[in-house]
């Protein structure tokens, strides 16, 4: 890093208190965890209770009031950081006061992130195809269970016969087999009466793993802006505003994680990487803050562009992925009650992040 330097405002300077920086970081490290844990856990864990499914009134609710979050997040928050950053007057007059970097990185940024959502959806869509075409283990409407009967002529009696042939034994076995095909019939029926098939659970695992890059790298670079700072005026209101967002992040991320179906292993390490990143990056910050400046023009730049990366990511998975992509579901358009909770937890999310930014 450079070691140039612009001085901080007179108003950090005089806040400024490594020992008491030093606690209140230890204290964030801690919270925003906590918060990160509880946040991806929610969705992941109760999804055995009725109210926290993912066909939920109440999860539509949550995460509609969490794409509010994070659609705030990355207008209010990352993006005016990204062009204070591009734009500070430490940094040379041309070229970064003579073109809005910061809104044309995040606008190619979320454009990458458009092109990356289209070719992972091409590929999952075309591995799923190659996987039921493999296997043809796809269960069709039309298909039909054929259970072998033992049957004998005459003896008629008070359980029924037709036309002189009585059904005198059905072997356990065809019974249970045709007790477990009806059942995946009515499931595959039950999937396609509410719109949750294979295409929309593709969806998810890309959504998922799209939103993931997105918060992951914000929270590397928010949490290397803490572990640096050396004023409790800087670190008292973030402390607050991380662990608020950190939390329906991860109720966000851990939806789509839920909805796309991973196998609890890769659910697990998905979770535990967005709950762990900020947190480190915390702890990172805190072992350079000795040698680490970060208003140097050249982490002014690196933190400026990062931070555009990372808002263009976070608008447009907000807008297309999260908000769209629920409010034009067949199950929001099938009721009027569930869209206008979800609008209302929509705006109260995202009023409630953005008046965060008053302190944070």
């Given amino acids: 890093m450079s070691t140039s330097s612009c001085s901080e405002s007179q108003e ?27 946040g991806v856990a929610v969705p992941l864990v109760g999804k055995k209770w009725r109210i ?24 209010v928050h990352i993006l005016p950081d990204a062009t204070s950053a591009l734009s500070d007057p430490c940094l040379p007059e041309f070229p970064w006061s003579s073109f809005p970097f910061s809104g044309f990185i995040a ?16 590929y999952y869509e075309g591995k799923q195809e190659r996987r039921i075409h493999s296997s043809g283990t796809e269960v069709d409407d039309s298909d039909s269970v054929v259970v072998p009967l033992v049957v004998k002529e005459g003896g008629l009696d008070n359980e029924g016969s037709e036309n002189g042939i009585h059904i005198v034994g059905v072997d356990d076995t065809h019974i ?9 019939l009515e499931s595959h029926s039950h999937k396609h009466a509410f719109g949750d098939d294979s295409d929309s659970v593709v969806r998810y695992v890309v ?24 004023s409790p ?53 805190i072992g350079v ?33 999260l ?15 569930d869209h206008i909770v979800s609008f209302i937890a929509l705006f109260v999310g995202a009023g409630l992040m953005a008046s965060l930014a008053a302190w944070a």
């Fill in 233 to 285: 005026c800087t670190i008292k209101p973030l402390l607050g505003a991380l662990s608020f967002h950190q939390f329906f992040e991860g109720f966000a991320l851990a939806g789509c994680i839920s909805q796309a179906r991973f196998g609890i292993l890769r659910s697990t390490l998905m979770a535990g990487f967005f709950a762990v990143t900020a947190p480190i990056s915390v702890g990172i910050g």
């Fill in 323 to 337: 908000i769209a992509a629920e409010f034009f579901s067949k199950k929001m358009k099938s009721n009027l009650g």
């Fill in 176 to 184: 249970h087999e045709n007790g477990q095909m009806n059942e995946q």
């Fill in 289 to 321: 803050s000795s040698f680490y400046n970060h208003n140097s023009p050249r982490a002014l730049i690196i933190e400026g562009i990062l931070d555009s990366i990372s808002a263009g990511i976070l608008i447009y998975m907000a807008l297309v992925d």
């Fill in 107 to 122: 606008m190619m940024a979320a454009l990458f992130t458009l092109l990356a959502d289209f070719i992972g959806t091409q």
């Fill in 207 to 230: 959504v998922s793993q799209v939103l993931e890059l997105g918060i992951v790298s914000h929270s590397i670079i928010i949490g290397l802006s803490l572990g640096v700072s050396q």
């Fill in 12 to 38: 950090l300077e005089a806040c400024r208190d490594e020992n008491a920086a030093l606690i209140l970081k230890n204290v964030a490290i801690g919270s925003i965890l906590l918060a990160g844990i509880i």
């Fill in 52 to 75: 926290l499914r993912s066909d939920s009134s109440f999860f539509f609710a949550t995460k509609a009031f969490a794409a509010g979050v994070i659609l705030a997040t990355g207008f």
